[in-house]
């Protein structure tokens, strides 16, 4: 099992930033992939943004190249989203997901394992 637990969401105005953090923990060998996803009122989820842990390398969605970058930091098991430039439209509920394999790129909901409970992002005008 992998654990992971969000924090770091909050309310903030456009043109903002906030940065996200994961705390990772039980069969961390397990997230060779971790991911970040959003989900907004009436949407699907779908991905921000994703890392492969192995290799380092970074994929985003459209709308969050430029804006955001994940990163992680292994000696802390901690996965970050920071994001810059917020929108409106950014409010969502945001989550942490990790996959035992790479996912195609960010990736779809289904090609992640484990999840974390969420932390809001509030972006006003």
């Known amino acids: 099992q992998v654990h992971l637990v969000e924090s770091g969401g909050g309310s903030v105005q456009a043109g903002g930033s906030l940065l996200l953090s994961c705390a990772v923990s039980?069969?961390?060998?397990?997230?060779?992939?971790m991911g970040w996803f959003r989900h907004r009122p009436g949407k699907e989820r779908e991905g921000v943004a994703a890392?492969?842990?192995?290799?380092?390398?970074?994929y985003y969605g459209d709308y969050a190249k430029g804006r955001f970058t994940i990163s992680q930091d292994n000696a802390k098991n901690t996965l970050y989203l920071q994001m810059n430039s917020l929108k409106p439209e950014d409010t969502a509920m945001y989550y942490c997901?990790?996959?035992?394999?790479?996912?195609?790129?960010?990736?779809?909901?289904?090609?992640?394992?484990?999840w974390g409970q969420g932390t809001q992002v509030t972006v006003s005008s």
């Open positions: 039980g069969d961390t060998y397990r997230s060779n992939c």
């Open positions: 890392i492969y842990s192995g290799t380092g390398v970074t």
């Open positions: 997901a990790a996959a035992v394999r790479e996912a195609s790129g960010v990736g779809y909901p289904y090609e992640y394992h484990y």
